[in-house]
């Protein structure tokens, strides 16, 4: 009996938690972050990624409350993700991504370097991320960029590497302006969520406001579903599954990162 009444809250609370999405979605005016600061009033954005596909699967939130706010977001992705061989479609298939997600084409660069291919048991050096990322800065006049956390989500290394070469950069470039942001890893438990999880990322925001975090809740979740689909040489049963039912999919916590 009690196992029922579990199901019956847990769908309540799922469903009530995609009203919630749908009621911003139909309300654009109304705030969609929490959390204190003025995020994001700097309108060239870099969104650092690992492998083609990492924008759809736990950035849409972010990238979709970017471009319906008139910024001017590039992603720069540092693998063609050619672990299994697929590298050439998987770029062709970020860029349908990224026209579902309206993200200019002119402004997605995916690099294929010797040093930086896909896969577990790559290490990416930290200095050459941070020296390749701040030619992009330069070259594009970035002043904000996005990224993964030190954990990076899933725990891919090549994520997590990312991360401490996005780190690096700020370390190293620390006379320049420039401002990073990474995207909170959750627990698992929270991880598989679904839009429930807008709950507890709304709390967190509105508890941590000196600590510098964001809460952006997707105004547009079906546009991360067509723009994961994109990815045709991913898209088997268990990546719908975890679109369906990953909190990334409703919702991204970004905090600073300090240097
Ligand atoms: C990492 O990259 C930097 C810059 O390209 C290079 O100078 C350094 O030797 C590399 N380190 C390793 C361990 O390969």
Redo the contacts with the bound molecule.
Sequence with gaps: MAWVLLIIAVTVLWVASLCKVFHVYYSPSKAIYFGNGEILQKKNVLLVIAHPDDECMFFTPTINYLTSRGHNLHIFCMSTGNADGMGDSRKYELHNACAVLKVPLQQVKILDHP?LQDGFGKVW????LA?ITEEEITSCGIDLVITFDSYGVSGHCNHRDVHFGIRKLLLDFRQREIEAWELVTTNILRKYSGPIDIWLSMLLAILHQSEEVHCLLNEHPFKSFRSMAQHSSQWVWFRKLFVSFSSYTYVNTLRKIKA
């Design positions: 040093d050096n930290h200095t050459l020296k």
